[in-house]
């Protein structure tokens, strides 16, 4: 039989795009009805066929499987598109399978897009009640856990006003809160998670744990690679609805940063110096593996590739680096002159790697120049040459993802410590080593 929770053998998904579904009078479906096989007839003597034209349909999922064990906590990551979605939605119930096939062992839970399994025009109070209905629990149940639901969903104030009138934060804490608490066997996570604010955020990330602890099985789709990271030891990487890597989850962390990887201009340079002499051909973040990607993690070392291609010689040169928010504002510089770094540039194509240990960036979307300077002199410019993405990371190693807005742009390595009045009339303070 196997001790599995979850199993996916199989499973594709395929949505008709491009046409729009006409609603038609009970006269035009008999007529439909009654001319289809003429119609089909017609098209097979044409050399026609009877099936959707390739174009007009697409694949979000295509072969995929896997088997989730109990007590499991299983991440699936993917780009936007890449079908992870789709794949919650069928583990759900809530669409049908193309094909393959979906076994379950043990009552469901889902927390999908916002507003899911709620009813607009019920009250906070009787959407509870009806998510826990449809979960299968006892009323006498739901009353137990009523109580400690609303608590952990902060809605106390709002809970007999009908949820039409929540914000999208609200439905997300009292969705989260019902699916965790009425203690499913499995449960399902989405992205949803994100549209609450950071506190609760980590509310929802210990409760899955909890969860997990209990040795309840838990699904987890996030682009929170720190969550991912400190929760699940396995995960799934989905990529153009294919399960394109199954396994241990940092691998899969370097797998998902991969499929951001720069595209290439078309002309192969990103500047050229106005004598033609100097180019910059590329600039590349680059993973622990050496593969380019246009993400990284925050806390985690950064390594930044430069390609330049010279027609002459440069005696000392210098290579710099910007990073600018999106809104233009310096965040930093890093200068190999202030490293004590110059280069002597030959007439050939020069690699130039710029290490950051332990990146302090907070999470967001960040803009990268580069220049090269010749002594004193600047040789070539790029801005925006790269566009950063840096995603949650455990930088103090204490669990705290540090993604708050208040925090600012930068994290500073720092320690606390509490002196006793013997230690301060020693005259000098402790050293900031940790």
């Not at 192969?268 to 593996?289: C, F």
């Not at 710099?320 to 890093?334: K, P």
Request: neutral net charge.
């Amino acid at each position: 039989m196997g001790n599995y929770a979850i199993k996916v053998e199989g499973l594709g998904k395929r949505y008709r795009i491009g046409e729009r579904q006409q609603y038609k009078a009970l006269r035009d479906v008999l007529t439909d009805a009654v001319y289809a096989p003429v119609r089909a007839a017609g098209r097979l003597l044409r050399g026609g066929s009877r099936e959707a034209q390739p174009d007009s349909t697409i694949w979000a999922l295509k072969d995929v499987s896997f088997e989730v064990a109990h007590g499991e906590v299983l991440g699936i990551i993917g780009r936007n598109g890449a079908g992870k979605s789709t794949l919650l939605k069928i583990l759900s119930r809530i669409t049908e399978p193309t094909e393959g096939e979906v076994r379950l062992r043990g009552r469901v839970g889902s927390l999908l897009e916002v507003g899911t399994g709620f009813h607009p025009e019920l009250t906070g109070r009787e959407n509870v009640y009806l998510n826990g209905a449809i979960l299968g629990m006892r009323r006498a149940e739901m009353e137990r856990k009523f109580d400690e639901i609303v608590a952990f969903a902060e809605v106390e104030k709002f809970l007999d006003t009908p949820v039409k009138h929540y914000s999208s934060g609200m439905m997300v804490r009292l969705g989260f809160a019902v699916a965790a608490h009425l203690e499913p066997e499995i449960l399902l996570v989405d992205e949803v998670l994100a549209v609450g604010d950071a506190a609760f955020q980590r509310k929802c990330l210990g409760k899955m744990g909890h969860v997990a602890e209990q040795g309840r099985t838990v699904l987890l789709v996030s682009h929170n690679m720190a969550a991912v990271l400190g929760m699940c030891k396995r995960t799934v990487v989905v990529e153009a609805g294919h399960a394109s890597y199954d396994g241990e989850t940092s691998q899969a962390v370097e797998r998902y940063l991969a499929l951001n990887a720069v595209r290439s201009r078309q002309d192969g340079m990103l500047a050229r110096s106005p004598d033609g002499e100097v180019e910059l051909l590329s600039i590349d973040v680059l993973t622990r593996h050496g593969q380019p990607t246009e993400t990284c993690i925050c806390g985690q070392d950064l390594s930044l590739r430069i390609v330049v291609r010279t027609h002459k010689r440069v005696a000392t040169a210098r290579f710099v680096i910007g990073i600018d928010s999106t809104l233009g504002v310096r965040i930093g510089v890093l200068d190999s002159a202030l490293q004590g770094s110059m280069f002597s540039l030959q007439q050939s194509t020069t690699t130039v790697i710029c290490r950051v240990p332990n990146l302090p960036l907070v999470p967001g979307e960040y803009s990268l120049w580069v220049r090269v300077v010749g002594g004193d002199t600047p040789l070539v410019h790029c801005s925006n040459a790269l566009r950063l993405r840096v995603e949650s990371g455990d930088f103090f190693g204490s669990g705290r993802m540090g993604s708050d807005a208040w925090i600012g742009s930068v994290l500073f390595p720092h320690t606390w410590t509490i002196e006793t009045a013997a230690d301060l009339s020693q005259g000098d303070l402790p050293s900031c080593a940790p």
